[in-house]
């Protein structure tokens, strides 16, 4: 398997990567059946929190297993981690990449906290690529009552150049009109996210490395296929495959109200987020045709 940078430098033009978190074997077992089926590579993705449910070893293992049972590239990323030690217990249980997330501190420390743990992991595994993030999008892949107060606060490219230059980050997450989470509405499908797709293209040509798009769920489609065009190079989605899991889990205990087998309650859960996964992943892996391109951009 070639590696996640190797990757990310090969894309084609108008593809991204997409990256789904997991908490469990259900959700990492829908996210492989969707690559499998729509036969792309894709990125797992564990928060701290779901890496200290799941176990940080454990999925590094399920997800070795995995790659070498399926015929997709699979790789595995530590998302949102908030401190050195939690970056080097990923790099070394070999995580292929970690989003370093010190985005709640000032500028000055997040540059500062964010540089000493790219250090810290690389010493450990050179291969591995290091995220940071600048800028405000949020906490809680949820469903939120209202947006976050520093919503409209987007990253501006001299702080990205800044952040990148100083940090030694292999990829940035940017604040864009992102947002962790899913509003009511977005989550009854009324409202839909949109991005800033102006101030992605300009980071990009400030910055010069990849670029995540976190808070994926909930967003147009449009804007995903713009936001790619300008250079997005990794989606986050993670909501979206909540909102399944927890619908179809409780579908799937009402219409079989005496079953206690797991293996027979599960399936139909596994079946409705692989759903979800595999329609993001066609939609972030199209390859259009430049005409197409632009029609969708609108
Ligand atoms: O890191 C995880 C993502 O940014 C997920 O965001 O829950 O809004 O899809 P989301
Ligand atoms: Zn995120």
Redesign the pocket.
Known sequence: MDTLRNLLTSLQQGVALGHFNVADLVLLKAVLAAAVEVEVPVIVGASEGERNFLGTRELAALVKVMREEHGVPVFLNA??THSRAKAEEAAKAGFDAV?IDFSALPFEENVSRTKETVEAIKAINPAILAEGEVGD?GTGSEIHETVHSDFQNLTTPEEARQFVDSTGIDIL?PAVGNM?GMLKSMVQGKTKKHLNIERIAQIKKAAGVFLTL??GSGTDDKDFVRAIAAGINII?I?TELRVAWRRSLEGSLASQPNEVVPYKVLPPVVDAVKQVVSSRLKLFNAQLTSDERVLAAG
Do not use: S
């Open positions: 998302d949102h989003v999008i997450a962790h976190h808070g986050h993670n």
